[in-house]
């Protein structure tokens, strides 16, 4: 899982929309300000949802069926599964057909399903369920994740996306009129991609699933748009840096903000006493607080600057340890995003949902809805004013940018006075790694400025790789933490640029 695409994409270098000067909105304080969600997130607000279009329907060779893999004209042909195995292709072709495998049948066989590929519980996330139109349900399921999850149910849009009038739309018509998911916004994009990766209201995969076998959800959009063998059909329109940088922060946020809201959601299931909905819920919590052998004094916090109660995990470490990280260099990636939440202190309502998450075993379902749900709102309000920056062109990022973040996350990962960790849990160490890496990444990777990192980074990826034959950070000791420490301590070394520069 950590092994981080270093290769670097092929990537268009076309310049962004000049930079316009329109003053920077959203500076008013959080309470005082309106209820503000980016557009493209949760679902269109239509009365009726469309129906779903089979993927196949975008395949004539005049659409998206061009003969021509990675080619525009060509992204039906890209996505598909081909009758021959290739190096690449793109994994959400056979999410449908994944349901029949031996994991998924021992998975039912624990979870008491029958047939995981007919159980809405599986196909929320691996199919494309379209009720509305019975005719082609079974087709469309059985493509698996299609062109209609992430661009939108097509009915509602197929032929107006072909008129020339729909270049000039903005995203934001395409999604409050025609429920087409602007897939261009990096915003709208992450978000989507999270309302499968970590989840929503209507897709959970939680820790009963988990334990009958499914892989742990662990998402970071930086990651997964460069996984080697993912075949996308699409090239970047933005110069590298400026994509990498952007995409990572932004999935900072949109990531948390999926964990928050799938916390309010579980949570006010366990208000209602719903029997199958367990409350605290495992999955949402740092997996190896709890999965470790027991006695180490390392794994009890000696080797953390900030250990947690003894019993008490860390909630949802994955996507809580570097994102004020990502609140801070919010301006280097998008210069005018200007929201005192991001500044002062740290995004502050995700700090207070995480202290109360983090004060005791099971808090109160009713308390962590209403501080979940205002988290969410936090949330909403910085990825909307990043996407506001997004749609009036925000230029290009500087060079030196990745440096800069690079050198935040190696502090990040340390504790003030850089004599421990700040937090020795494997998640909070991989977030920061990879963060690190994607700066990496986006600075040129071994052939750009910044080669003198290489070798602490990949000596961090050393460390936090499972050992062979397992599938979690098993004796996670001293023996690993320290060299953990010393690479980050180098890494902040060779990123120091004086800030301001
Ligand atoms: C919240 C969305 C979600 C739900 C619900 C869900 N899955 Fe998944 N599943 C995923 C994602 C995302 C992956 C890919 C994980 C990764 O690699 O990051 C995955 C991976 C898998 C894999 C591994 C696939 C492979 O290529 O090895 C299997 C098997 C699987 N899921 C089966 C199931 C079954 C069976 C159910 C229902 C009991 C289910 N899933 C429910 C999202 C979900
Ligand atoms: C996992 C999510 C996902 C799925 C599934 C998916 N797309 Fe996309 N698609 C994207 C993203 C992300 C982009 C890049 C942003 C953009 O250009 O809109 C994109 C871009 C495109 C583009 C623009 C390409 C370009 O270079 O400008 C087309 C056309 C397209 N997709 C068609 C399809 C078709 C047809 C299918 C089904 C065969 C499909 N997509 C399935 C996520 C997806
Ligand atoms: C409708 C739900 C859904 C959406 C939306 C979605 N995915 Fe997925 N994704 C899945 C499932 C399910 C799998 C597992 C497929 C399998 O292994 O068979 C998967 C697998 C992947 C994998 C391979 C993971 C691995 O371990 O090999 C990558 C990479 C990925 N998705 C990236 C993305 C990105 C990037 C986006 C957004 C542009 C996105 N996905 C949107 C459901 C989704
Ligand atoms: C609050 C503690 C706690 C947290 C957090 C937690 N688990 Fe568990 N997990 C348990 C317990 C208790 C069991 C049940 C052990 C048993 O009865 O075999 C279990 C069982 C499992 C099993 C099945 C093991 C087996 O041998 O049958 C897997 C796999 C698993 N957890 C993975 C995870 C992952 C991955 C995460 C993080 C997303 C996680 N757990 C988070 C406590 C936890």
Redesign the pocket.
Known sequence: MIAVALAAGAVACLLPAARSHQPPTFTAPLDAAPRIKPYGVDKADFKEPFAQRA?TS??ASA???GGAVGK??S??T???REAFPAETS?P??KAYSVLFNPVSVRMGKALGIKEPHKDKRCLTCHAVDSAKEPETRDQILS?G???????GPADKWISEHTLPSWKARSNQSKWTEFGF????SLVA?AL??AS?HVGDGDRDMNHDFIAAGHPRLAFEPARF?NQPDYR??????SDALSFEVRLWVVGQAATLRAAANLLAERAARAVKNDQITPWPEFSGYSCYACHQTIGDPELRGSQSATSRPAGVPGWDVWSNAAVNVAANSCGLAFPGVILPELREVSLPAVEELRKLMESKRAPEPAEIVKKAKAAVVELDRWLAAMQAEEERGPGVVAKGTPEKIAHRLAKNALSGDRKQLADHDWDALAANYLGTAAMYHAAGGKDGTVSAWRESLANVAKELRFPFGTNSPVKFDRLKLNPIRDNFELLYKTTSIPEGK
């Open positions: 993927s975008c395949s659409c998206h069926g525009v004209g992204e039906h890209t996505w598909a793109d959400h072709a493509e994740v299609g062109c209609g999850a992430c661009h998911v602007p897939t261009k994009r989507n991609c499968c748009h996308t059909h699409w090239t970047e329109k």
